[in-house]
């Protein structure tokens, strides 16, 4: 399969630095992608996949026409950009049987081009494009059903990579008058998980479930997030959170929802988001299917 895209800017009037000025680009890139599947086992019990596939993302606006404070200080606007390019390569195993479902997924990620903020030398720090980067990781998806009413669930999902970056200056900020380096990719999530235990009555009209979500710390931290105020220089602790939610068709379709997250009232925050979690929260909802 194969796609062209597209972008294009063209701003007649944007501020830099006091200055105004036009702005203009265009990108554009014809990108394909590949799959096989094979069924190894008869009646799904297990089938492998692999892939291959190009990606393309054009400069958008926040790269191209930011002017003044963003994130982690402060930005010129620019359109002397090419688009970011991404190789992915994946290979994983589908598993189905009466009681058992397992989804395993490894894939690796070439980058190119990748758009990053640095210092150039003036008042206001700019975006360029970086040179190659990379980023790898591992997906787990199961359930298994213990008897007629009780099954256990969860995934795990865990990735790395790193990219070559500009060096960072006596203020803690990459410049390009300094050459590169490498990295830890920007905001790249630590081991995350979630395990529980779901319930459904025989008629299956009730069903509960208790689990367990949680993510390891990150302290890998990339050049531009060591000065970003959001992760205080130092990274995201790690967290551990206990919910229940369930549900009860009320009436022929219409459902009942109810959900207790976060039990323990922890104080957390997803690496990289800038807020924290909600805490201690009660979710209702009645969902009617026409």
């Known amino acids: 399969m194969a796609r062209l895209d597209a972008g294009k800017v063209d701003m007649d009037g944007i501020d830099d630095n006091g200055v105004t000025r036009e702005l203009k680009g265009n990108w554009d890139s014809l990108d394909a992608s590949a799959r096989i599947f094979y069924r190894a086992i008869d009646d799904n019990k297990l089938n492998v996949f692999a892939g291959i596939s190009q990606g393309f993302r054009a400069p958008n606006l926040a790269d191209t026409t930011r002017s003044g404070e963003f994130g982690a200080g402060l930005e010129a606007p620019t359109a002397d950009l090419d688009a970011e390019h991404f190789l992915t390569w994946e290979i994983g195993t589908k598993t189905r049987t009466d009681t058992f479902t397992l989804d395993l997924t490894l894939f690796y990620t070439e980058i190119k081009d990748r758009i990053g903020k640095v210092e150039n030398g003036v008042e206001n720090p700019t975006k360029v494009n970086l040179d190659n980067g990379y980023v790898q990781g591992v997906e787990v998806n199961f359930s298994k059903e213990l008897n007629n009413s009780l099954s256990l669930f969860g995934y795990l999902a865990w990735q790395e990579g790193s990219e070559d970056f500009y060096e960072l200056n006596a203020g803690g900020k990459p410049d390009v008058?300094?050459?590169?380096?490498?990295?830890?990719?920007?905001?790249?999530?630590?081991?995350?998980?979630?395990?529980?235990?779901?319930?459904?009555?025989?008629?299956?009209?009730?069903?509960?479930?208790?689990?367990?979500?949680?993510?390891?710390?990150?302290?890998?931290?990339?050049?531009?997030?060591?000065?970003?105020?959001?992760?205080?220089?130092?990274?995201?602790?790690?967290?551990?959170?206990?919910?229940?939610?369930?549900?009860?068709?009320?009436?022929?379709?219409?459902?009942?929802?109810?959900?207790?997250?976060?039990?323990?009232?922890?104080?957390?925050?997803?690496?990289?988001?800038?807020?924290?979690?909600?805490?201690?929260?009660?979710?209702?909802?009645?969902v009617q299917k026409i």
């Open 177 to 286: 008058s300094l050459g590169e380096d490498e990295y830890p990719l920007s905001r790249i999530m630590p081991l995350t998980g979630e395990i529980g235990l779901h319930y459904k009555n025989k008629n299956k009209k009730f069903w509960t479930e208790f689990f367990v979500e949680f993510a390891d710390s990150q302290d890998r931290l990339g050049a531009n997030d060591r000065g970003n105020r959001f992760l205080n220089g130092t990274g995201t602790p790690g967290y551990t959170t206990f919910n229940i939610r369930g549900g009860l068709q009320v009436w022929k379709n219409i459902n009942l929802t109810i959900s207790l997250e976060n039990i323990t009232d922890k104080n957390y925050g997803i690496h990289g988001s800038g807020v924290n979690a909600p805490g201690r929260n009660l979710v209702f909802s009645l």
